[in-house]
């Protein structure tokens, strides 16, 4: 007669079959659960989503424009504007305030210092103070400062800037008041965070600085870890400002091409902008990722007289970006030509030559679709 299995054994033998039972219980709802259209998984997907990324698809505006640049002439009419009491630059950006303050984020880029002292033209800038104050009634939220005029007041100019913005509630990026400061200048709009980094390249008569931490300089790897801490911050959307390229020339640089390549390759930036050449430069995709290589000037008393003719256009460029659990995207791209009118240097909607020579150079309607060249060689 045979032995007869231990208890031990008998309860072996049971676990083992129940561990099997469980097995076949978990591959069938897996395989279930797996099939159709996925519509059922939404809710835990959403449970996934990274914190930057909205649970619903939400929809926001950016405008960005162009360089102020605040010649002498500029100044002594904003002084007149005043009554020769304050500089009052609100004339001068009425029109523009209509575009700016219609959005959900306001992006400028102040390309010098700011003072309470004498302002001062070129070749060294520095603004008067109370612009400032005007930057905040036109809309802007949030400005990149980095360019090769930001230290020509010196350190206490980057700082006395920085002290301005921040009274009258402006973010900023480009320059910073001590190491160890966040690039990022982080803005909210319909509850998304969206962030600014600003740089400058080395430009030519650009004076070196005695502490680098003082402006944010063009190097890519600073750029990229900068755009994936901003993202770790929170933001939904980061935009990334270069002060960049060869003056009064429309087509861009080979070193604007690199950069733009190597910036919107990286999931962490959405969109690039560009200041500094003074003229327009195109609109292009690169990556899938909008580049606006060159807003031209927004503010400034460059003319024919100078310069070349389209030194007096610009454009403030609208980006039309949805997040959502999907990711983010810039959906379209739209810009209003503007021309700076003399005597009064009001900024105005272009017309005429000036609109016609605005789109010609940053594209037709949608101009973003063009692809960028592929690099030669």
Not at 44 to 67: F, K, M, N, V
Not at 344 to 364: L, N
Request: charged share 20%; net charge negative; aromatic share 6%.
């Amino acid at each position: 007669m045979p032995e007869r299995p231990s208890q031990a054994t008998y309860r072996r033998r049971r676990l083992v079959a129940l561990g099997a039972l469980l097995l076949f219980v978990v591959l069938v709802v897996a395989v279930v659960g797996g099939g159709g259209d996925n519509s059922g998984g939404a809710e835990s997907a959403s449970e996934e989503l990274p914190p930057w990324l909205p649970e619903e698809p939400t929809r926001l505006t950016i405008a960005a424009s162009g360089d102020l640049l605040i010649h002498s002439p500029v100044f002594f009419q904003a002084l007149a504007n005043g009554g020769g009491v304050t500089y009052d630059f609100k004339p001068m950006l009425t029109q523009v305030r209509e575009i700016v303050s219609a959005a959900d984020v306001g992006i400028c880029h102040l390309e010098e210092p700011l003072t309470d002292g004498e302002p001062h033209g070129e070749p060294t800038f520095m603004a008067p103070a109370s612009l400032a104050g005007d930057i905040r009634w036109v809309g802007w939220d949030v400005c990149s400062n980095a360019s090769n005029h930001s230290y020509d007041a010196g350190e206490d100019g980057v700082r006395f800037t920085i002290k301005k913005l921040d009274q009258e509630g402006i973010a900023h990026s480009g320059t910073n008041a001590r190491p160890g400061t966040s690039r990022a200048a982080i803005v909210k709009a319909k509850g998304l965070k969206v962030a600014l980094l600003a740089y400058t390249t080395k430009i030519i008569g650009m004076g070196d600085l005695e502490k680098e931490f003082l402006l944010n300089m063009a190097d890519p790897k600073t750029m990229l870890a900068d755009a994936k801490a901003a993202r770790r911050a929170g933001a939904s959307v980061v935009i990334v400002s270069v002060h960049w390229g060869d003056e009064y020339v429309h087509e861009p640089s080979d070193l604007q091409s690199s950069l733009a390549r190597k910036l919107t390759a990286s999931p962490n930036v959405d969109a690039v902008i560009g200041q500094h050449v003074h003229v327009v430069q195109p609109i292009r995709r690169v990556n899938g990722k909008p580049v606006v290589y060159g807003e031209g000037n927004l503010l400034s008393n460059q003319t024919a007289a100078c310069c070349p003719p389209e030194s007096q256009d610009g454009m403030v460029v609208l980006l039309d970006v949805v997040a959502g659990p999907k990711g983010v995207k810039v959906e379209r791209v739209r810009y209003v030509p503007t021309w700076v009118q003399h005597p009064g240097f009001e900024v105005i909607r272009s017309t005429g030559e000036s609109r016609d020579r605005t789109i010609g150079y940053a594209g037709e309607d949608e101009p973003w679709l063009a692809p960028e060249p592929a690099p030669s060689g």
